[in-house]
């Protein structure tokens, strides 16, 4: 490698051949015998020419990885291939994708003797792709998003009269924003050289990593874990409970924890045994998850319906939603069973990992012993319960309804919860639909009612949501693992789909990480707001406040009162002025409440408002209706109040613990970051480095000024 990376910078040096008579060996490409360039307009990969002799192919991404090569006016190159390869290694190391754009032919021999590359953002959409998407067809599908802004950077290379090809043009200023190394296999140009890495879990058969490996759990538990159990010699940790009947798959996920600390210093795992200090239920956490959660935590949905293995074991999971409407994991957990002491272990539990920061919100399933442990638990944290699950239950609670008429009863029953519109109205259709089925003497539905605050959407329009609720399963945990984890996975299996099923979540978030910063929506009104709402939110947010701004101009706004400062208006479509929504506006203060709730229940804001922000000449969201969690700028710099937490339990191992994973968290952050560009990590290298001098000098000073015994 060493040598052909000689023999390549070699390569660039012009040789005396062509610089002899390069002087007299080109001609203007507008001159005599040339002709006039043709618009190829092709996503240019790297080409790879095995023919040429004394030539040694490499992955130049590999060489300029060490440090930009930059590419400079007068470099030549043995090929034209060679010149594409360069540049597309440069691009691929830079954060930019390239196009071959245009060539010259001569007209002696007609072969190529000029090339232009230029970036892929170069140039507009033609008219005819602009016009494809507009008019009815925008209203049947989305428009497709721009990807190009009119940047000028591009590298032309000609063709000298000894065959060698050189730099003849050059611009390397962009005008967008460049590509982050996370994301950079996204670009076209380069999406046929990515090629995943392995995660731990496919490294499970590596010498010395063998999940197979008897694990002994008194030693191997991690240190920032729990361990609850005394250090015991030759003792069977696998209990008698669910995990004590398959050792060895409980065996194979210690030694997956195993593995995933020693690549994830800060991955967080807990063990629960029971009267006998033999393991029962197991709980675990990764960084990027723990990480997610100080972004995300104001709605959690904690779910136990799956299951898996041979023995229907609970698989307990905390997820959430990040800023591109995806479900994201907050931690996982294997249950020896359901009852309340077990919810409060894992609840403390996880609590612990998150740095003892309650959700704002918690959904669960319905279900009493989960009731009491969340009230003792999560105190400071609002608690409702997930309408799938209740629905999902209904079979078997009202078996005798469901068998005699169970269409109609659905149907009846789901209009009763969800097109309610007011709490008189649902009170009034779920006394009838009591009375029509002759349930009045049904526990279950009577508890039902007493919790309706909890459930039934009415009543829960105040509640922020973040779309959790419309997903019907909480937190999706279905789009999770479906695929990966089902009531056959063994635990020997079940670490490494976990793996899997987690890898293709986070690439889901790249891929639209890149969407949102790399393209540009069509926008679909001249209205500022969407264009604000382009700039601002994430691209799978912005889809959903494009619909709503988009929608609120078929609507009519009628004022329809005042009260000192707050006007109140009426606004209805045009074509339904049946149906009428409320809003109340106060101008000089900027704040707007809908009937609808849908900002409050899902923190976009709604049509209607945005109706009377146009009529009252509002063209700006006010920053108050900008939710962070949903921007493009949701996961920078978390402030979190921890530090008094932090100090207060210093001297205990849960507050070193608690030390270590906020400063792992930061590091990593840094480390995020400082990939952006060349120029960026030595930036984030310098003050890394200068950090631990700084730390290290302080720690000296510390013990310095310790009393000496």
Same mark, same amino acid.
């Given at each position: ?126 008219e005819r792709h602009a016009k494809k998407d507009s008019g009815e067809d925008a209203k049947r599908r989305r428009a497709r998003a721009l990807t190009r802004e009119g940047c000028k950077a591009l590298m032309t290379v000609r063709r000298r009269d000894c065959g060698r090809w050189y730099v003849a043009k ?37 010498? @010395?990593?063998? %999940?197979? +490996?008897?694990?002994?759990? *008194? !030693?191997?538990?991690?240190? /920032?874990?729990?361990?609850?159990? $005394? ?99 907050? @931690?996982?957990? %294997?249950? +020896?069973?359901?009852?309340? *002491? !077990?919810?409060?272990?894992? /609840?403390?539990?996880?609590?612990? $990992? ?356």
């Open positions: 490698m060493q040598e052909g990376i000689e023999q390549y910078i070699m390569e660039l040096v012009p040789s005396s051949e062509c610089e002899a008579k390069g002087v007299d060996s080109f001609v203007a490409l507008g001159d005599e015998g040339y002709e006039h360039s043709v618009a190829e307009e092709v996503e240019a990969p790297v080409v790879l020419d095995d023919s040429k002799e004394g030539y040694v192919d490499f992955d130049l991404s590999q060489y300029i990885g060490g440090g930009v090569v930059e590419p400079t006016l007068g470099m030549e190159f043995t090929s034209e291939d060679d010149a594409r390869n360069f540049y597309n290694a440069y691009a691929k190391q830079t954060g930019f994708s390239i196009r071959v754009n245009s060539y010259y032919r001569s007209k002696k021999d007609n072969s190529i003797i000029s090339r232009e590359f230029c970036c892929s953002k170069e140039g507009f959409r033609r050059l611009e390397k200023n962009h005008n967008h924003e460049l590509v982050t190394p996370a994301m950079r296999h996204f670009l076209r140009s380069h999406k046929q050289e990515f090629a995943p890495e392995k995660s731990c879990s496919n490294s499970f058969s590596s010498p @010395g990593l063998s %999940l197979d +490996a008897p694990v002994d759990v *008194s !030693t191997d538990c991690s240190s /920032f874990g729990k361990m609850e159990f $005394a250090v015991q010699s030759n003792v069977n940790y696998i209990g008698r409970g669910r995990l004590s009947t398959f050792g060895i798959d409980a065996q194979s996920l210690l030694g997956f924890f195993k593995i995933m600390q020693a690549s994830d210093p800060a991955f967080y795992y807990a063990i629960q045994v029971d009267e006998e200090e033999r393991l029962s239920s197991v709980f675990w956490v990764d960084t990027r998850s723990r990480i997610a959660y100080n972004c995300f935590s104001d709605v959690v949905a904690f779910d136990t319906t799956y299951q898996v293995n041979q023995y229907k074991m609970p698989f307990a999971t905390f997820t959430g939603v990040n800023h591109h409407k995806h479900s994201v994991l907050f @931690g996982c957990a %294997l249950l +020896a069973d359901e009852t309340e *002491s !077990t919810f409060s272990w894992l /609840f403390t539990t996880w609590l612990e $990992a998150m740095s003892g920061r309650q959700p704002g919100l918690i959904i669960t399933d319905y279900d009493p012993a989960i009731s009491r442990a969340v009230q003792q638990g999560f105190p400071q944290s609002s608690h409702r319960y997930c309408k799938w699950h209740i629905i999902s239950k209904m079979p078997k609670e009202l078996g005798h309804v469901y068998s005699v008429t169970p269409r109609t009863f659905q149907v009846e029953f789901d209009r009763c919860i969800n097109k309610s519109e007011t709490p008189d109205a649902f009170e009034s259709t779920w006394q009838m639909l009591l009375d029509k089925y002759n349930l009045r003497g049904n526990d279950w539905l009577q508890s039902l009612y007493i919790d309706r605050n909890l459930w039934v959407p009415v009543y829960m329009r105040d509640t922020f949501f973040a779309g959790m609720y419309a997903a019907q399963r909480s937190g999706s945990v279905n789009s999770l693992f479906d695929g990966y984890v089902n009531s056959g996975t063994t635990l020997q299996d079940f670490a490494e789909q976990y793996e899997k099923a987690l890898d293709e979540r986070y690439e889901k978030e790249a891929k639209a990480e890149f969407e949102t910063f790399y393209t540009k929506p069509v926008l679909k009104t001249p209205l500022p707001v969407e264009k604000q709402g382009a700039d601002i939110y994430t691209r799978n947010m912005f889809t959903i406040f494009q619909d709503e701004v988009f929608e609120s101009l078929l609507f009519a706004v009628k004022l329809s009162a005042e009260d000192g400062g707050t006007s109140t208006y009426e606004v209805s479509r045009f074509d339904e002025e049946h149906k009428t929504y409320v809003v109340a506006f106060n101008i000089a203060e900027q704040l707007a409440s809908c009937s609808c709730k849908m900002f409050e229940f899902e923190g976009i804001l709604c049509r209607h408002v945005l109706a009377v922000f146009k009529a009252t000449n509002v063209f700006i969201l006010p920053q108050c209706y900008i939710l962070k969690r949903w921007t493009r700028n949701a996961k920078e710099e978390v402030m979190l109040d921890l530090l008094p937490c932090v100090e207060l339990k210093a001297n205990s191992q849960k507050g070193r613990n608690l030390q270590y994973n906020i400063l792992y968290q930061e590091a990593i952050k840094c480390a995020e970051e400082g990939m952006a560009s060349d120029q960026i990590f030595k930036v984030a290298l310098n003050a890394l480095r200068e950090a631990r001098v700084k730390i290290v000098g302080a720690k000296r000073n510390a013990m310095k000024s310790m009393p000496q015994n």
